[in-house]
């Protein structure tokens, strides 16, 4: 064979071997099968292929939006046309587009385009490309109440569809996902598969997203790590002067959320880590009251799945989270869902964090069953469903949080609590010099 055929053939037997094997053997599957596999291809449906497709958007820094799409056309513009009136765009904002070749796979031409300076808590029309459908967005309100739905580990299953149907009934402004979208895993037709799912959400509210394990798709020495995930899901790092599209932060109505990488170098040493603290001196609890962290591996996980998975990471962020008085942390990964009292390494603490668990978006996987017991003082609530969670800030004292499992064709409310801020009880004030001294030494 020449060299060229046994390359070939090598991707076509690492291809196969990646597609077939099962990631977890913990998981099983209680589930109707139907349920958990993937929506075929050609049951969503396709719009002309030379039109803009697979459009997504993202808060791009202060009162700008990011619109992502992809064409087919190689030739198709990178321009996002917009206005508060349908079908009447007074602004036009030029973009940049990027593509990319995973193995034998060519992605579309992708587009980014960053409109704005837009309105608070408004509808703004848009058109990708100036071809194709109309869009309609809101953006996010300036002031509180300000509502986040959350779910992690989404997938493109039935339980997917169900997830996102619940999640369009509840009147949110952004979503948060901490982790693991397409379980694309590295069949890169399933990401413009999911990006087809996705869209009908995710053209009307921005989704921020960070990495997943499902995300890498990383074959040695054959592909880049991430290359699918950050050429498609851009985020705002540069905005929020990181390197990485790995981890970045953004602030929205009196909250500042902070995306962090289970995937990228952690340790003290790391640029991610000199990121944060570099990120967290610029957070001003009078601005932002609310401090939010979302990555996807749990630090506090009593379920079986994944256990210690997340402690190295844990070892090294924790006390710089605590220092800053981080109010909640939301992962993903273990597929059920899991919420803790307020509690810092190890131990209850009022001024430690609330840490929810939430890798329930519906993935292809199953559900992770297997519970530890008894179960931990710190945890509160565990349940292994599918679902997602609202988190409504109402002031800057007061946020309600509410997890809704998915078992049934409603929505069922199944927990939820009033988390009080940690400006309100004083551990921000009492940390101040605490937190100060921890971001000065290098
Ligand atoms: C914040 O909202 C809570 C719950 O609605 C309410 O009890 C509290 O008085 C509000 N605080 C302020 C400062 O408005």
Not at 102 to 121: F, R, T
Not at 135 to 140: A, H, V
Not at 303 to 321: R, V, W
Not at 344 to 367: F, K, M, Q, S, W
């Amino acid at each position: 064979m020449e060299l060229k055929q046994q390359k070939l053939l090598l991707v076509l037997i690492l291809t196969l071997l990646f597609a077939t094997a099962t990631p977890d053997s913990e998981y099983v599957r209680p589930l109707p099968r139907k349920t958990l596999t993937t929506i075929p291809w050609d049951s969503i449906s396709k719009a002309h292929s030379s039109y803009p497709q697979q459009v997504h958007i993202s808060l791009a820094g202060d009162k700008h939006m990011r619109v992502t799409w992809i064409t087919d056309d190689k030739h198709s513009p990178s321009y996002v046309e917009y206005g508060t009136l349908p079908g009447r765009y007074d602004s036009i904002a030029e973009g940049e587009c990027t593509s990319y070749n995973y193995l034998l796979y060519s992605s579309g031409k992708i587009h980014h385009a960053v409109i704005g300076p837009l309105e608070d808590n408004t509808a703004y029309f848009y058109r990708c490309g100036g071809k194709g459908a109309e869009f309609e967005l809101k953006t996010p309100p300036a002031q509180f109440p300000i509502t986040f739905a959350v779910a992690g580990d989404l997938g493109q299953t039935g339980w997917t569809k169900s997830t996102l149907a619940h999640i369009d009934q509840c009147k949110y402004d952004v979503y948060l996902l901490p982790g693991d979208l397409s379980y694309a895993d590295c069949m890169q037709h399933l990401w413009d598969n999911f990006g087809k799912l996705v869209e009908p959400f995710a053209s009307t509210r921005p989704w921020m997203v960070t990495e997943g394990n499902h995300e890498e798709e990383n074959i040695l020495l054959l592909t880049d790590e991430f290359v699918s995930y950050n050429s498609r899901w851009k985020m705002p790092f540069e905005e929020s002067g990181s390197t990485s599209n790995l981890y970045y932060s953004f602030e929205v109505a009196g909250v500042h959320v902070i995306m962090l990488g289970s995937y990228a170098d952690y340790d003290v040493y790391s640029e991610q880590y000199r990121w944060l603290k570099e990120d967290l001196s610029k957070v001003d609890r009078k601005r932002t009251p609310w401090l939010l962290v979302l990555f996807h591996v749990p630090w506090y996980n009593s379920n079986k799945a994944h256990q210690g998975a997340g402690d190295d990471m844990m070892a090294a962020m924790e006390p710089l989270l605590y220092a800053a008085s981080v109010d909640l942390v939301i992962a993903g990964h273990v597929h059920a869902y899991e919420r803790s009292k307020r509690l810092y390494n190890g131990r209850l603490d009022p001024c430690g964090a609330v840490h929810i668990t939430i890798g329930d978006g519906g993935n292809r996987e199953g559900l992770a069953h297997k519970y530890i017991n008894p179960q931990p003082k710190w945890s509160e609530f565990r349940e292994a469903s599918f679902g997602h969670g609202e988190l409504k800030i109402v002031n800057s004292t007061h946020a309600f949080w509410s997890w809704h499992r998915n078992d049934d064709d409603e929505p069922v409310k199944a927990d939820d609590i009033w988390i009080t801020s940690l400006v309100s009880s004083r551990c921000v004030d009492q940390k101040t010099h605490e937190l100060r001294s921890t971001l000065l030494t290098p």
